[in-house]
């Protein structure tokens, strides 16, 4: 089985900024999120996890996990998209021409990544290089790897996956700290 989950709330989440690669921790409320996630999965098997080398989802991983003989392992191919300039910016939405809203409303379109940002095409290329590298072929041979991740890198394994087009990258939605089974 291939599973994943987005890491817990942070302050940012709540104040509605970009992350992207920008290294912040959970709050309060998302770790109490990956405390109620760690008892509400706790009957489900994981032989590993591979998680973010973010902050925030590091911190979710191993609340999640905590107890249980899972090793979690950090792999840069799973660090959020980034968002360049836009990094830290409040409330995208509300600027109507602000560039990195098209990856939101019109993702097959962001082509060009905003200054210092990351393409789709980057974020489908790193992320499809782990599936290939790392989880596919454990999940082949039969073992249940969790994914501990962020909004667009988990959309973007869950496309690969299911073999989406583009216009549906965010068609499922990415909630905080909800488990999702991408292969069953």
Known sequence: MLYIIRHGKTDWNVQHRLQG???IPLNEEGRKMARDAAIEYKDIHFDICYC??????RETA???????????IVDDRL?????GKYEGFTD??????CPVN??????????????G????????????????EVALPQVE????????????????????????????????GIPNCKLQTIIG
Request: glycine residues 8%.
């Open 117 to 132: 940002g990351e393409s789709l095409d980057d974020l489908f290329a790193r992320t499809g290089d782990f599936l290939r």
């Open 141 to 172: 041979e039969g073992k249940d790897v969790l994914i501990v991740g962020h909004g667009a890198m988990n959309s973007c394994i869950r496309c690969q996956v299911k073999n989406r087009p583009r216009e549906e990258f965010w068609k499922d």
């Open 62 to 72: 191993e609340i999640l996990l905590e107890g249980r003989d899972i090793p979690i």
């Open 79 to 83: 660090r959020e998209m980034g968002f």
């Open 92 to 97: 995208s939405f509300s600027v109507p021409d």
């Open 21 to 23: 690669m920008t290294d």
């Open 102 to 115: 098209v990856l939101f409303f019109h993702p097959e379109q962001y082509t060009t990544p905003v200054e």
């Open 52 to 57: 973010s080398p973010l902050i925030r989802a």
